[in-house]
């Protein structure tokens, strides 16, 4: 039996082989669940889906943007067709733009807001009113960031969003804990995917420097994340909810 058999899971922005919605999409699928893959990339993402049924997992995929309330409807409608319910939503897609409180634009700001907050509010929404007409139960794991814990520089407007997912996930849990749906916030610290291999090679010193200042001396990989993420998604975290977990080799402990 997998850890996650008989649920159906929608997973956002997994279009990224090296990101952490693939890999958490896999892992889903590996454990039973049957998994919707969306992404802004709809193509990429139908190819993802596609490589997860090649292995024999039940996936598929739609192109969906976050920032839009009617797109949410569409993936309601698009799962509740294919499976008839909604146990399992994670919050993934987001951007991260370089630029500090002298340097960012209102539209890097506006943007931000909406990829990484008002997506997770729409998602949220969207979720625990199907949950709701299901009779409750279900989990929503927000992807947030170890900058939505503690301040980067040059990164005011992602460090603000993921700060605003961070309690979303706390006052929406409070706001369906007794329905038995479940709200948890995950926190990655710097995880080797495809951004950090495109710095790897122009500027090693960097992405070098990044590894000395985690105090497990490495970078995690998509994997780790979507290990907390599949545990949150779990019935095995069934008395957590509206909690924050990081993962991130100790960043944020200093
Ligand atoms: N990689 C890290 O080190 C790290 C650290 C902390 C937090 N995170 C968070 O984890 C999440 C996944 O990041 P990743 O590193 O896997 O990056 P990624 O770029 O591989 O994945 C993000 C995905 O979101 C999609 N996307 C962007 N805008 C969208 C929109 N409007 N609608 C739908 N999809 C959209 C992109 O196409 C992409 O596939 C993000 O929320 C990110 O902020 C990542």
């Known amino acids: ?42 193509d990429v993402v139908a190819m993802r889906a596609q490589s997860l049924r090649d292995a024999g997992f039940a996936a598929s995929a ?8 009617y797109d949410w409807g569409r993936v309601r ?38 990829v990484n907050l008002t997506s997770a509010f729409l998602g949220c929404q969207m979720a625990v009113r199907q ?16 900058a939505g814990l503690s301040a980067f520089a040059n990164l005011a ?15 929406a849990a409070l706001d369906v804990a ?7 916030s995950v926190h990655p610290g710097h995880l080797d995917t495809d951004m950090i291999a495109g710095a790897r090679a122009v500027a090693p010193a960097m992405v070098a420097a990044m590894e000395a200042n985690v105090p497990m001396t490495f970078l995690g990989v998509p994997d780790d994340a979507a290990a907390m993420i599949l545990f949150l ?3 095995e975290a069934r008395y957590i909810t509206g909690a924050e977990f990081v993962v991130d080799g100790g960043l944020t402990a200093k």
């Open 1 to 42: 039996m997998g850890r996650l058999e008989g649920k159906v899971a929608i997973v956002t922005g997994a279009a990224s082989t090296m990101g952490i919605g693939f890999a958490t999409a896999h892992l889903f699928a590996r454990e039973g669940a049957r998994v919707l893959l969306t992404d802004i990339k709809g």
């Open 62 to 69: 739609t192109a969906h943007d976050v920032t839009l309330q």
């Open 77 to 114: 409608d698009h799962v509740l067709t294919e499976h008839g319910r909604i146990d399992i939503l994670v919050n993934n897609a987001g951007i991260a733009l370089p630029g500090g409180i002298g340097e960012a634009t209102l539209d890097d700001w506006n943007r931000h807001l909406a």
């Open 131 to 146: 949950m709701r007409a299901q009779g409750g139960g279900g989990a929503i794991v927000n992807i947030s960031s170890s």
């Open 157 to 171: 407007a992602y460090c603000a969003s993921k700060g605003g997912v961070r309690l979303l996930t706390k006052a």
């Open 178 to 184: 007794a329905e038995g749906i479940r709200i948890n």
């Open 233 to 235: 998604a779990s019935d």
